[in-house]
C-alpha cells in the first residue's frame, strides 16, 4: 500500500486549489499546466521515463521528494479519479512495465496501438455518430510516418454496404494525414472529407473492410460530411497481456491532460474479442 | 498615420529576419524548430491584438489578417475552439476565424503568455516535411471603454510544419527550413 504513495498524494493535490469561477493566479496555472500530459507524444515520452525537467522540478516542489522513479511516473498517468480499476491491478501492470529484465515500453512508430475518433457525420441529409480508427503508419520507402484510417465502427449509418471493391491503389497520392494530426484533434479529417476525390488516400491500402470500401465510395460520391469531431482516445496494446485506453481529463488540478482512464488485462482470445469489439479490428 | 502603422511594419521586419532558421540542409534540429515556432505563435499572438482592437483602422486590420494567414501552411488551415464549459465544438478555416475575431469589438486586446507547456520531437511526415506540435498557455483580456469586458485562459494545441524552401542569398541558393503553422485547437479552460 506504501508504494502507492505518490498516487495519494497527487489525490491529496487534485483536492487542494479547485476554484469555481476565480481567477485563477498565474502561478497556479503554470503549475498545473507544467504537469498536464498534454498531447499522446507527452504520454508515450512519460510512460517510458522520459520526463522533461520542468516537470520533474515540479513534482519535487509538490511532493518533497528528490527524486521520481519510473514506477512514480507511471502512478501519475492513471486517471486517479477513475474507479474501473483495483489497486492490485494497477500494480501488476506498473511491476510488468517496469521489470528489469524485459521492461515494457511504447513506441509511436510501432503497431499495436490505435486512435479511436467519435465523430458526427452526415450522410444522405441525416445526422449519425460513428467511430473511425486511425493507425500511424510508416512508408518504408521515405520512413514518412502519417495516420491513416484501418476501420470503421458501424453505428447504423449504412443501411447496406457497396460490394464493389474502391479503386484504392493510385499511383499519385495527393492526400494524407499528418503524424501530428492527434495533437490538434484530428482537424486533418475535417479536410479530407471535404476532398472527396482523394479521401481514400488517407486509408489503409490493404485494407479490405467492408465497411471502409463503403465509406471510400460514399465520401467519393458526395454523400459524406464530417460534422464534428467529437472525442479521441488512443488504444495501446503494447504491453504484453494489457490492454489500456487513454482518454483527455480536461480538469483544473495535478492529475490532468491524457491519462489512462481504462486497464483490463487480456490475452490471447480476449484480446481479439476485445480489437473486433471496441475497434473493428480482425 | 505613420505610429499606426509602424507595429504592423516591426512585426513584418522581425517575420522576415526570422523567417527561415536552419540552411544547412540537415533534418531540422529540435531547439532551432521550437525557437522558430514560439516566434511564429508570438506573431499570431501581436496580429489577433491588432485585428480585435476596434481602434485598428480597416486597413490595417485587413492586413493583420492577411499576415496572420501568411504565418499557416495555407488558409486551409482550421482553428478548432471548444471550451470546457460547454462542449459545443466550433470550427473555422483561419482567415474566417481572424474575421470573426475581428467583429468582437473590443476598444483594446491584451494576449498574455502564461507558459509553454510541450514542445513535441519532430516527425518526417510521407511528403518529406517535419511536423510537430507545441502547447502553450494564453490569458485573453478584452477591453471595452478601458474596462475588461471579457477575460479568458486558454490552452492552444498549436500543430507546427517545417517545409524545405530554396532561399536565395548572395548569389548562392540555399535550401531552408521555413516555419509554419498547421492546424490549431483553442481549448478555454476558464473565462469570465
Partial sequence: MAKLNFAYAIIFYLLFPAFLNAQPSDDWIKENFVVEVHTVDD???????????RVRDQWFKLFDKKDISRKDILYSLFNLRSADWSEAQVETFINQAIDRECPAFLDFEGDEWYAKVNCKVQFQGKNYLTDLVLKVRKDPASGGLEWVIVSMLHSGVFAELCQEPFPYAKANRKLFLSPMSHGANFSSLKRAFEDEKNFSDCMELKSRNPLLNTLAWEVYLGNMTLMRINSIEFHFFQVPGWVFVVKQVPREDFNTGWLISELYPAV????AKYKLISLNIK | MRLRILPITLICLFSWAAAYGQCDGK?????????????????????????????????????AVDLACKLFLDEDRIVQVSSSNNKAVREYKVRHYFEHLKLLGY??????WVEVGYVSQLRKGVDGNFYGVITIKQKFTGYKDDLPAYQDITEKHIEVVLKQVEVAQAGNSLRCWDVLLGDINVEETWQN
Fill in chain 1, 43 to 53: 504520454f508515450i515520452e512519460r510512460f517510458n521515463g522520459d520526463v522533461d525537467q
Fill in chain 1, 268 to 271: 490471447g482470445p480476449e484480446l
Fill in chain 2, 27 to 63: 533534418p531540422p534540429k529540435t531547439e532551432e524548430y521550437s525557437k522558430q515556432a514560439l516566434q511564429k505563435t508570438t506573431y499570431l499572438s501581436s496580429y489577433i491584438q491588432i485585428i480585435c482592437d476596434n481602434k485598428s483602422t480597416i486597413i490595417k486590420a485587413s492586413n
Fill in chain 2, 107 to 112: 476598444t483594446k486586446v491584451e494576449i498574455v
